[in-house]
T-cell receptor, first 113, second 113 residues
Framework: GENVEQHPSTLSVQEGDSAVIKCTYS??????FPWYKQELGKRPQLIID?????GEKKDQRIAVTLNKTAKHFSLHITETQPEDSAVYFC????????????FGTGTRLQVTL | DTAVSQTPKYLVTQMGNDKSIKCEQN?????MYWYKQDSKKFLKIMFS???????INETVPNRFSPKSPDKAHLNLHINSLELGDSAVYFC????????????FGSGTQLSVL
């Protein structure tokens, strides 16, 4: 099965700085890569996703890049704000569906003033 | 209107007891899931149901039994609760062939004493 590694486990940045979270996956057949954000005490929510036929995707201050050859993908958050503080999960899917998602271990992002 | 709702939000019980968690989605999705999130925040899929049929069962003890009376409901019954079952359990749903976005419920914090 798929194995997803995520780094770092914790990340502290100052407000306004950028944050980068990296994930690697093991199965080259994986072709769907979502990122979920989970605020303290809340449910995980999808913030951005990318499919294997695309190398980069942006949505305002959030971007995801995918390197299929190296089997890694990254989440980039620019101009971080206190409300970006949360746990972020990457995931990879064999078959491109939500029913075959394997999640990474999570990154706790703390944005300090 | 809550898209995915689960009850109860908190469940405190003694070892050896049997308990159930209920989940309902009003999104018309055809796939529902149960995820377990442990104290380290790891998100692991337990079960997936597609049109009332089990399609994933990830090495979960048979004390856990999902039941889906219809495609809008997926309940989780747990027999003979153990200390290690303490976790947050999330129900989720998605639509195959759609955006593949997982919609999570608000979670059930289970504490086994």
């Amino acid at each position: 099965g798929e194995n997803v590694e995520q780094h770092p486990s914790t990340l502290s940045v100052q407000e306004g700085d950028s944050a980068v979270i990296k994930c690697t996956y093991s199965d080259s057949a994986s072709n769907y890569f979502p990122w979920y954000k989970q605020e303290l005490g809340k449910r995980p929510q999808l913030i951005i996703d990318i499919r294997s036929n695309v190398g980069e995707k942006k949505d305002q201050r959030i971007a995801v890049t995918l390197n299929k050859t190296a089997k890694h993908f990254s989440l980039h958050i620019t101009e971080t704000q206190p409300e970006d503080s949360a746990v972020y999960f990457c995931a990879a899917s064999l078959g491109g569906t939500a029913s075959k998602l394997t999640f990474g271990t999570g990154t706790r992002l703390q944005v300090t003033l | 209107d809550t898209a995915v709702s689960q009850t109860p939000k908190y469940l405190v019980t003694q070892m050896g007891n049997d308990k159930s968690i209920k989940c309902e989605q009003n999104l018309g999705h055809d796939t529902m899931y149960w995820y377990k999130q442990d104290s380290k925040k790891f998100l692991k899929i337990m079960f997936s149901y597609n049109n009332k049929e089990l399609i994933i069962n990830e090495t979960v003890p048979n004390r856990f039994s999902p039941k889906s009376p219809d495609k809008a409901h997926l309940n989780l019954h747990i027999n003979s609760l153990e200390l290690g079952d303490s976790a947050v359990y999330f129900c989720a749903s998605s639509q195959a062939g759609g955006s593949e976005k997982l919609f999570f419920g608000s979670g059930t914090q289970l504490s086994v004493l």
